[in-house]
């Protein structure tokens, strides 16, 4: 069975850090690309960041950029998402996700999806 799981998120104050996992079993994720959305209360899900796994070149969304890393550790099956200078506009849920669209930062191009984990940033 394949299976994202995410896991890092929690409560931290503006300008903090914290650092997401994605746990990924069940299949080989070579060819994948794996990627980071998140979603706000009554926002639709939009892009974060994506990696891909084999050759590991990043796409960042402008709002993160400079401030979130992406990153993937092939030994573990495990994608990270570094952010730092948190702002109180990153409070979301943000979901791994994996797949071979050719369209970066639509989540149509993912078809396999973590639970999500809660990210709070108080100001």
């Known amino acids: 069975q394949v299976q994202l799981v995410e896991s890092g998120g929690g409560l931290v104050q503006a300008g903090g850090s914290l650092r997401l996992s994605c746990a990924a079993s069940g299949r080989t994720f070579s060819s994948y690309r794996m990627a980071w959305f998140r979603q706000a209360p009554g926002k639709e899900r939009e892009f974060v960041a994506a990696?891909?796994?084999?050759?590991?070149?990043?796409y960042y969304a402008d709002s993160v950029k400079g401030r979130f890393t992406i990153s993937r550790d092939k030994a573990k099956n495990t994608v990270y998402l570094q952010m730092n200078s948190l702002k109180s506009e990153d409070t979301a849920v943000y979901y791994c996700a994996a797949g071979g669209g050719t369209v970066i930062r639509t989540t149509t191009s993912y078809n396999i999806w973590g639970q999500g984990t809660q990210v709070t940033v108080s100001s």
């Open positions: 990696i891909t796994w084999g050759g590991g070149i990043t």
